[in-house]
């Protein structure tokens, strides 16, 4: 079982709403990670944060929002989207966000998103 | 620049019959090669993993994965597989050490087991 617990699991909001996903590591990861998956499509970077600090944004519209507390969460803020933005949102921790031997990258099961 | 190719969409295999799901990939310097599975409605289980040393990798659920630096390949294999293995498999590849952590995944291939 994954130790990256992601709430809720399935999200339908309208295009005027706003809404948050959640994420949640216990494995004293310092980096988190936001993917964006669609249907039987490879997992596309969205954002990642090193030590709380937001290091790399992948061009991600300002719709999106993350936002990261403390070292072990780590939300999503969805505002004004377009339903072209329904997918599987997946959340995920690694060790860091360096190249280390040791450094493995561990999903959440996903939020499942439907933007109506 | 990394990047990582598998070649089929789809893999049918009888239950009990050994397995290979194929990726090969390219990257400027060492590769650290990934399998992940992810079954329906779930998000991605990491597998298994090549960073060094031998050049057969064994992972969870009875996969092993054989690194072939020659052939720039590492494929994924069970010696008999399960109804249950049917799923999305997906290669990934980041370049190390010190590279930074950003995966590159393959498109994916569907394995379906059938009895």
């Known amino acids: 079982d994954t130790e990256v617990t992601q709430t809720p699991k399935h999200l339908v909001m309208g295009m005027t709403n706003k809404k948050s996903l959640k994420c949640e590591q216990h494995m004293g990861h310092r980096a988190m990670y936001w993917y964006k998956q669609k249907a039987k499509k490879p997992p596309e970077l969205m954002f990642v944060?090193?030590?709380?600090?937001?290091?790399i944004n992948e061009s991600v519209p300002s719709r999106f929002s993350p936002e990261c507390p403390n070292s072990s969460l780590l939300n999503l803020h969805l505002h004004a989207l377009q339903p072209e933005d329904s997918a599987l949102y997946l959340c995920?921790?690694?060790?860091?966000?360096?190249?280390?031997?040791?450094?493995?990258?561990?999903f959440g099961e996903g939020s499942w998103l439907t933007v109506v | 620049a990394q990047s990582v190719a598998q070649p089929e969409d789809q893999v049918n295999v009888a239950e009990g019959n050994p397995l290979t799901v194929k990726c090969t990939y390219s990257?400027?310097?060492?590769?650290?090669l990934f399998w992940y599975v992810q079954y329906p409605n779930r998000g991605l289980q990491f597998l298994l993993k090549y960073i060094t040393g031998d050049n057969l990798v064994k992972g969870s659920y009875g996969f092993e994965a054989e690194f072939n630096k020659s052939q720039t390949s590492f494929h994924l294999k069970k010696p008999s597989a399960l109804v249950s293995d049917s799923a999305l498999y997906f290669c990934a590849v980041r370049e190390g050490p010190g590279g930074g952590n950003k995966l590159t995944f393959g498109t994916g291939t569907q394995l379906k087991v059938e009895l």
């Open positions: 990257v400027s310097g060492n590769p650290y």
């Open positions: 995920a921790s690694s060790q860091s966000n360096r190249g280390g031997v040791g450094n493995t990258i561990y």
């Open positions: 944060y090193s030590y709380e600090k937001l290091s």
